[in-house]
Structures are given as C-alpha cells and as structure tokens.
C-alpha cells in the first residue's frame, strides 16, 4: 500500500528517558509504514536542551506557532538530582511552562476510556476533559507570617499615584495573610481556549467558580467568560449544538460526580490542580491521560500527561524488560497528526488517526496489555506484554482491521 503523503510538516518534539525509548518505538512500528512522515524535528531531550542553552525549546515552540501542530515526548524538568546526573550549566524552567508561556496556552487533560478498566465512578460512561487555567492565583502569591498585633492592609498604587486601599484584617495576635492576583488578558485568553477547544471536540463546556463568596476576584472569571461567550462564541455553539453552562464550584463537583461525563471542565489554578489527580486517578491510570496544550489562536501541541518513567528507564539501561504504556504517547500522535489532517483536508491522515487509536484499544480488549494494566483490568483472560511486544501487538491489530 501506498504510504500517507503530508503537505505540511508537525513539529516534532523529543523528549527523555523511557519515553524517549518509546517515542522511536511507536514512529519505527506504528507510524512509519503508513505515513511518509514530514517532521520539524527538535530535540528536547534535556542533554541537547542544556548544549543550547535552551534555547531549542524556545526554537520549538515557535515552530509550532508557525506550523500551528506540535507532538511533544515527555521531557525531564530539572531538579538537584539531575542537575549532577546530567552535569547541567543551569537548572533550566520546565519546557511545558516554556512552550505555554510561548503560546499562551491552556492544557486540557482527558482520559482515554477502554473497556475493561472501569472509572470508579460508576455513571461516568464518557471521557472528562479538564480544563486549567494555567496562570496565577495561589501559584504566584505572596504571604507575610504576621508576628503580632497590627493592621493589614491591600494597597493598590495606580502608574498616576492614585491608591486604592482595604483593610484585610486589624491582627490582635499572630496570624498569616495570602495577597495573590490574575490579570484580564490572561482569563480572556483561558476562556478563548476553552471556547475553541469546546467547539472543536463539539462538547459542552462547565465553569465553576465561587463568585457567591469572592465578589470581585471570582465574579471577573465569570463575567470574561460570560462576555467573551456572549459576544464571540454564543451563535457558533448553537450551530454546534453544544452549551456553555456556568455555576458555583461546589455545585459543579456535585455534578461532576452524578454525570456521564462527556463535556470540558474549566477550572480556576488551583481547583484544576487538584480536581485534575482526582478525575484522572478516578479514571483508571496516568498512563492513559491524555494532555493538549491549545492557544487562544488555535495552535494546538499534543502530548502523554504522564512523565518520561524514569524507573522504567534505568530498568531498560541495565537490560532488564520493561512494561510501559505506550497509549497515551500513541494517542499524542493520532491527535497531532488527526489534528493535520484535518487542518490540510488530508481524509487518509484522519482515517489512519481513527484506525491506530480503535487498533490500539482493540488490542487492549482483546486481553492484550502493558503491566500497569493488567494488573487494574477488569477482564479475565489477560496477557501481560512486555513494551516492545505491545507496540507489536498494536501494530498486528491495525494491520487485520
Ligand atoms: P512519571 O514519569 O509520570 O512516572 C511516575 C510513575 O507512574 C512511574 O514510575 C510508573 O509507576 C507510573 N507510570 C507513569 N507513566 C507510565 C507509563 N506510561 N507506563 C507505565 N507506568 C507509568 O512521573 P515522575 O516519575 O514523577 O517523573 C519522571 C520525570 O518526568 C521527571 O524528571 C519529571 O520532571 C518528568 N515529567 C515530565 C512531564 C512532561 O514532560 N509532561 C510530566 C511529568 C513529569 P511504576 O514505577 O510504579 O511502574
Ligand atoms: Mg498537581
């Protein structure tokens, strides 16, 4: 058969450790006997990252404006530990942060669903994609531990010199005050995200807030998503069939928990942090989320949620057999290259996206699976796989589809 002809190229993204070991697997195995694969490659593997300075990250991300289609690996994030292990110049940011910073991105997360690993939550029957506003809050606050009694006071000094001033709290004793803050642009471009990626998954979209209690702070959440709905996207989501729906944080997880899911779910930082684990444990395993970075101009960056398995990795360096999930990488490909299909009106490249994600979770319900699965699956007769003989099976499957 004639291979899959692209016009232009994704932007290829590398990454670390086992990962990277199965990013060469799933191209070798799953992608290019089918497709004349065009890539800009970059290497964001942390020792090519370090030779430039970094600046092959930045190089990538604005690859990916221009292209406007990203596939990334996972990446390691420096700490201490690596710092000496890969004998860094510096302790380089997260590339994630990098490119979002790049692209002025929101990440939505969703779960891959497959038959015989059961989300905990017995209603839930389709995928829900979580939405984090990604800038701010609590993430960039500053707090002063109060020594004793006092007035604390917010203060806002305008460019002009006017002030605004409120009184927090008058301390009798010691205590603790949080002054944290978000600024306009960066909502609008969170609510334009979630907006486009709503209409592109042709899904409703929830925003959960708690504007009953922060009156101002909350309430400015609300109102950019409310305006930029009403004025931008309300006539495009009719004609999509799909709803924009607004209520209280409480009220949202109450929902949330009683659902069939199905729909995106913006949060605010801090409750996307936490509400993230939680959908994405009760789903079944990291090892099938699934993670987009969208910008608010329609740029998209696909990627796995988990990271690059170290353990995994010094496993396979001592040429011990390793068992790591593939499946969210795969998806990361079918969704970048789906994605480019769609964008060039290439029918086969859109075929081929639908055809690799149904072989893969075939191969998963035919009792065929990765450890971390196996032992999860509600399925009886279950083979275990090593990673290598996985992609294979994969590879089997989309073969006698
Ligand atoms: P991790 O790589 O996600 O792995 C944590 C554990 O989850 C693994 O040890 C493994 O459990 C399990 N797991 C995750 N993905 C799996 C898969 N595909 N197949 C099977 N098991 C899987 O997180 P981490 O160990 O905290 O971080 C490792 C490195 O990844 C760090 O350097 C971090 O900076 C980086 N990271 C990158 C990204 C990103 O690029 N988006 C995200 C998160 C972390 P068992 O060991 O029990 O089998
Ligand atoms: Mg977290």
């Not at 504007?211 to 996207?233: A, G, L, P, Q």
């Not at 011990?320 to 480019?340: H, Q, Y």
């Not at 055809?355 to 699956?377: P, Q």
């Amino acid at each position: 058969m004639a291979k899959i002809q692209m016009t232009t190229p994704l932007v290829e993204m590398d990454g670390d450790e086992m990962t990277r070991i199965l990013w060469q697997l799933i191209k070798d195995k799953l992608i290019l006997p089918y497709i004349d694969l065009k890539t800009e490659y970059y290497d964001l593997g942390l020792k090519y990252r370090d030779e430039t300075d970094d600046q092959v990250t930045v190089d990538s991300a604005n690859a990916t404006l221009k292209y406007g289609v990203a596939v990334k690996c996972a990446t390691i994030t420096p700490n201490a530990a690596r710092m000496t292990e890969y004998s860094l110049k510096k302790m380089y940011k997260s590339p994630n942060g990098t490119i979002r910073a790049i692209l002025d991105g929101t990440v939505f997360r969703a779960p891959i669903m497959v038959k015989g690993i059961e989300p905990n939550v017995r209603s839930w029957e389709k995928p829900i994609v979580l939405a984090r506003h990604a800038y701010g809050d609590v993430y960039k606050n500053v707090e002063i531990d109060v020594p004793g009694p006092g007035k604390a006071e917010l203060v806002f000094t305008g460019a002009d010199g006017t002030e605004i001033r409120e009184t927090i709290h008058e301390f009798d004793g010691p205590g603790i005050i949080q002054g944290v803050h978000n600024i306009d642009k960066s909502i609008e471009s969170f609510a334009k995200a979630c907006f486009e990626y709503a209409l592109s998954l042709k899904q409703d979209l929830w925003l959960g807030t708690k504007d009953t209690i922060s009156k101002t702070y909350d309430r400015t959440f609300r109102e950019i998503f409310e305006n930029i709905f009403e004025t931008e996207y309300k006539a495009k989501f009719e004609e999509a069939g799909i709803t924009y729906f607004y209520t209280l944080i409480d009220d949202a997880v109450a929902r949330v928990m009683k659902s069939k899911g199905g729909f995106i779910w913006a949060c605010k930082n801090y409750d996307g942090d936490v509400m993230s684990d939680m959908v994405s444990s009760a789903f079944g395993s990291l090892a099938m989320m699934t993670s987009v970075l969208v910008s608010p101009s329609g740029v998209y960056e696909y990627e796995a949620a988990h990271g690059t398995v170290q353990r995994h990795y010094y496993k396979h360096l001592k040429g011990e057999e390793t068992s790591t999930n593939p499946v969210a990488t795969i998806f990361a490909w079918t969704g970048a290259l789906r994605k480019r299909g769609e964008l060039d009106g290439i029918k086969e490249l859109v075929e081929y996206a639908d055809r690799m994600e149904k072989a893969t979770l075939s191969t998963i319900e035919s009792g065929k699976m990765t450890k971390d699965l196996a032992l999860i699956t509600t399925l009886s007769d279950v083979t275990a796989l090593n990673t290598e003989q996985f992609i294979d099976a994969i590879a089997d499957t989309y073969n006698n589809l």
